[in-house]
Nanobody, 124 residues
């Protein structure tokens, strides 16, 4: 079993930056696909960024602004978010799943482990 806890959310002005962190306990992240999702009230949870081995994946709307990184030794995953805008306002979730062969999973249904979420609010 893996427990995930996010931190680093908050209120930021448009154009600003935030760094989210996800810390895991229970077992090592090694061998896991790790991802960040976000959800706006009333909408589906959407994939934001993912990390497998040394490869990163991003949804188009954040590519070039967000950077996902991981430290398996510390069981942490980070999401550096720059040039934030109001469309980035959401609850952000960290998620993990055992790696499988094939495309990186971008559907929330593929993930077994979830954090409780952290609110990011961008004021314009």
């Amino acid at each position: 079993q893996v427990q995930l806890v996010e931190s680093g959310g908050g209120l930021v002005q448009a154009g600003g930056s935030l760094r989210l962190s996800c810390t895991g306990s229970g077992r090592s992240f090694s061998g896991f696909d790790m991802a960040w999702f976000r959800q706006v009230s009333g909408k589906e949870r959407e994939f934001v960024a993912g990390h497998r081995w040394v490869t990163t994946y991003y949804t188009d709307s954040v590519r070039g602004r967000f950077t996902i990184s991981r430290d398996n030794a510390r069981n942490t995953v980070h999401l550096q978010m720059n040039s934030l805008n109001s469309d980035d306002t959401a609850v952000y979730y960290c998620a993990g799943a055992l790696q499988r062969v094939g495309e990186f999973p971008r559907s929330q249904s593929k993930y077994t482990y979830w954090g409780q979420g952290t609110q990011v609010t961008v004021s314009s």
